[in-house]
């Protein structure tokens, strides 16, 4: 992205109310539950590799070529365990095993969430026992005035450095405190072509078609404020927006469209679409480049819809009671190696905020405009507001709409 572009989307950003995938796609820079269970200290333990610490602010970013050896860190035991909590399929399994070998962590527990209200209630629910997490940003106050997440010392995680100061100091976390950056992207709509013929190239297209040719073979993502944004956008109104008024007309179509859903799915939609179970979706683009490469599943489509939606930016941050400390910090500053980071976003289909890991990106994934939309797509999308996430009114909405299709 252009400096300049990104200089007006942050300006766009700084007059928008910020909520749940909220800033992402626009700078051009991501579920199921599981069982929780409480995980043990260990006593083993490695030594990280040493070296000096970089700069607080670092005048230069350094090349691609230089960025992906090992990272220098401060000398800290890194103890052998770790446990994630996260979306579903968002971590490269390969950077995974390569962090395990590195740093001598032999159980690396990776437990799942549907949607950052389910990652709430697991923790309102008294779930711990976990080192790390990965809400949307616009969660993070309220994890933070809860008490479930701790301040980050960024001394410890140099590669903080390559992070674009574009997605920094926003409204989730003003003065960069509890946060990583790890993707972002947007909600649009998924759709099978071979199947679909019909245009879509907006949500009013998505909706109709789902209330009618294509009904009971649609599924959504199980998530408050990606759902929420399509009957809003359709209405003209903001994704954020608390009327009551308005928010009686988005439950409206909800209503309606109830019959009509397969499923709440943010875990296996991907599956849906690739059976033909399923042949629209309200979605991510997560499970995109995977569905395009496999001949069977290539016709897949992507569109960001013309009304506008949701951009949103995905981050990792540390638990407040995390037991294993130093391996976390450890996976902070190792995911965020630009040559692992370009991995990351190999893998998951989402764009990265690493300016460093950008570079070693192709220059096919670059211009893809489902991963790194571009400035005329940028111009409708709406970041969501960390004030609105808890609204007793847009959550009875959500709560109504799941109830009347069983989710």
């Not at 890194?78 to 962090?99: Q, R």
């Not at 460093?356 to 970041?383: C, Y």
Request: aromatic share 10%; net charge negative; proline share 6%.
């Amino acid at each position: 992205m252009a400096d300049q572009d990104r200089d007006a989307f942050m300006a766009r950003l700084a007059r928008t109310k910020v909520n749940r995938r909220s800033f992402l796609a626009a700078a051009g820079l991501i579920g199921g539950g599981a069982a929780l269970a409480a995980c043990t200290g260990s006593t083993g333990g490695t030594q990280a590799p040493a070296s000096a610490e970089p700069s607080a602010a670092p005048s230069t970013v350094a090349s691609a070529a230089e960025s992906t050896a090992p990272t220098a860190a401060a000398s800290y035991a890194i103890e052998d365990e770790l446990w994630m909590l996260n979306w579903s399929g968002y971590v490269d399994p390969g950077n995974m095993e390569a962090f395990k070998a590195e740093y001598g962590v032999k159980n690396f527990q990776y437990d799942i969430f549907a949607n950052n209200e389910e990652l709430l209630a697991k923790l309102a629910g008294g779930a711990t026992g976990y080192d790390m997490s990965c809400p949307t940003a616009e969660f993070i106050p309220q994890m933070a005035e809860q008490g479930y997440i701790q301040k980050l010392d960024f001394s410890r995680i140099p590669n903080f450095q390559y992070i674009d100061k574009a997605v920094l100091s926003q409204k989730w976390d003003p003065n960069n405190e509890y946060h990583v950056p790890k993707d972002f992207g947007t909600t649009g709509i998924l759709y099978r072509s071979k199947i679909v013929k019909e245009p879509i190239t907006s949500w009013k297209e998505f909706y109709d078609l789902s209330t009618g040719k294509y009904s009971g073979k649609v599924v959504l993502v199980d998530s408050l404020g990606d759902v929420l944004a399509m009957p809003l956008k359709m209405l003209g109104f903001s994704i954020n927006t608390i009327d009551q008024g308005e928010l009686a007309q988005a439950q409206k179509l909800l209503t309606d469209l109830a019959p009509h859903i397969l499923a709440l799915d943010s875990d296996t939609y991907q599956d849906k679409l690739a059976s033909e179970e399923a042949v629209l979706c309200l979605g991510w683009t997560g499970p995109l480049l995977a569905l395009r490469q496999d001949p069977k599943t290539a016709d897949t489509k992507y569109v960001v819809p013309s009304e506008g939606t949701m951009f949103w930016l995905d981050t990792w941050v540390m638990m407040a009671d995390a037991p294993h400390p130093n391996a976390t910090y450890a996976w902070f500053d190792y995911v965020e190696r630009p040559a692992v980071q370009a991995k990351e976003t190999e893998y998951t289909g989402y764009g990265t905020p690493n300016l460093e890991a950008k570079k070693l990106l192709s220059p096919d994934l670059l211009n893809d405009p489902s991963i790194f939309p571009p400035e005329d797509v940028m111009k409708n999308l709406e970041g969501a507001d960390p004030t609105v996430t808890d609204n007793a009114d847009r959550i009875a909405v959500w709560t109504a709409f799941k109830s009347s299709i069983g989710g």
